[in-house]
Antibody
Framework: QITLKESGPTLVKPTETLTLTCTFS??????????VGWIRQPPGRALECLAV???????HYSPFLQSRLTITKDTSKKQVVLTLTDVAPVDTGTYFC???????????WGQGALVTVSS | DIQMTQSPSTLSASVGDSVIITCRAS??????LAWYQHKQGQSPKLLIS???SLRHEVPARFGGRGSGTEFTLTISGLQPEDSATYYC?????????FGQGTKLEVK
């Protein structure tokens, strides 16, 4: 059974760094073709793909956020960590992590973590 | 970036009806398209990948077609539980952009 779960702070102050952890089970991030991605949804808006890390440790970042984003993986701990620096209220939203398969789909998703950026 | 445009933005239909949601890409994405169903307070659920491959356990009333720049999601025999927002997503090149969503209400 494949599961993913996001964890991290629910409230972050402007200019601080947001660190979110995705803990997964039921698959390995060392399997060829497998990745984990982060997708967010601001309130009332559409989904936005932020970053993906792949089995070979290659990474993709949203061009709009690339300077502020870092994604890393710990294969043995089955965790993927996303950091977003210098947050602002526009970064408020629900952050999902999801299993990425062979360049074709985000198959299994976590329940999402609601993050509010406010002073 | 590849822009994805969905239409309509909102849709209302009755139980048993069929609806079609359209997704257009700003450049060709071949068959690299997925459809997701998203209900409020839940995580998005994958319905279809590679434009037309139905995910296991997804009811057969969901169907995807298209290639290149034009794609459709058809839902036949609507059920009340189909009320949700539906998103298309291109996976041809990063960032893997989503459409703006189509909110479906089943009455």
């Amino acid at each position: 059974q494949i599961t993913l779960k996001e964890s991290g702070p629910t409230l972050v102050k402007p200019t601080e760094t947001l660190t979110l952890t995705c803990t997964f089970s039921g698959f390995s991030l060392s399997t060829t073709g497998v990745g984990v991605g982060w997708i967010r949804q601001p309130p009332g808006r559409a989904l936005e793909c932020l970053a993906v890390i792949y089995w070979d440790d290659s990474k993709h970042y949203s061009p709009f956020l690339q300077s502020r984003l870092t994604i890393t993986k710990d294969t043995s701990k089955k965790q993927v960590v996303l950091t977003l620096t210098d947050v602002a209220p526009v970064d408020t939203g629900t952050y999902f992590c999801a299993q990425f398969i062979s360049g074709t789909k985000f198959d299994y998703w976590g329940q999402g973590a609601l993050v509010t950026v406010s002073s | 970036d590849i822009q994805m445009t969905q239409s309509p933005s909102t849709l209302s239909a009755s139980v048993g009806d069929s609806v079609i949601i359209t997704c257009r890409a700003s450049q060709t994405i071949l068959y690299s398209l997925a459809w997701y169903q998203h209900k409020q307070g839940q995580s998005p659920k994958l319905l279809i990948s590679t434009a037309s491959s139905l995910r296991h356990e997804v009811p057969a009333r969901f169907g995807g077609r298209g290639s290149g720049t034009e794609f459709t999601l058809t839902i036949s025999g609507l059920q009340p539980e189909d009320s949700a927002t539906y998103y298309c997503q291109q996976l041809k090149s990063f960032p893997y952009t989503f459409g703006q969503g189509t909110k479906l209400e089943v009455k």
